[in-house]
T-cell receptor
């Protein structure tokens, strides 16, 4: 069985400052991990995925995430937040036939 | 637009009525998934098809929920005798089949169900 815990339900940052969204996972085997973003009234969009290749994964819109097996973490970062980054972010672990989502982190970007 | 489409986008119904939602996946995708998302939560897996075969349905929330994919293309999700607790966003996703790799699922915009 696998599970995901997103450690913050809400994160607020100022525009131009770094973003850190935290995620811990639990999996009985080597996991595949994703971050998805959900803008209001829009479908879920894949930001990036980890598939046991490089531990530092680069995604779209300047986001990246680092897989740390020893810490069972897959935190999402971005060096400089933009107003358009305001959205809900989901950390996801892939099972055999389904995705298991975390409860989400709402990112607010302040001007 | 060649993405995943869902219809209707919104559905308001009275308790006890039956509702049916449709999902049209990306045309070359052979896998199709249904999820439910309630307010403040991440999507929750319901069921999954590979072509027309429903390979996982144990996560359907009750026997009032059923899904079909009759020709391996579009799919429908039906809820019978709706209850107020069924109010949620119902999401559909599709993907290719890839061995040994993390398969990206492409999501539709969802159908928001409100049961009065």
């Amino acid at each position: 069985a696998q599970s995901v815990t997103q450690l913050d339900s809400h994160v607020s940052v100022s525009e131009g400052t770094p973003v850190l969204l935290r995620c811990n996972y639990s999996s009985s085997y080597s996991p595949s991990l994703f971050w998805y973003v959900q803008h209001p009234n829009k479908g879920l969009q894949l930001l990036l995925k980890y598939t046991s290749a490089a531990t530092l994964v680069k995604g779209i819109n300047g986001f990246e995430a680092e897989f740390k097996k020893s810490e069972t973490s897959f935190h999402l970062t971005k060096p400089s937040a933009h107003m358009s980054d305001a959205a809900e972010y989901f950390c996801v672990v892939s099972g055999w036939r389904q995705l298991t989502f975390g409860s989400g982190t709402q990112l607010t970007v302040l001007p | 637009d060649t993405g995943v489409s869902q219809n209707p986008r919104h559905k308001i119904t009275k308790r006890g009525q039956n509702v049916t939602f449709r999902c049209d996946p990306i045309s070359e995708h052979n896998r199709l998934y249904w999820y439910r998302q309630t307010l403040g939560q991440g999507p929750e897996f319901l069921t999954y098809f590979q072509n027309e075969a429903q390979l996982e349905k144990s996560r359907l929330l009750s026997d009032r929920f059923s899904a079909e994919r009759p020709k391996g293309s579009f799919s429908t999700l039906e809820i019978q005798r709706t209850e107020q607790g069924d109010s949620a966003m119902y999401l559909c996703a599709s993907s290719l089949t890839e061995r040994g790799a993390a398969v990206e699922q492409f999501f539709g915009p969802g159908t928001r169900l409100t049961v009065l």
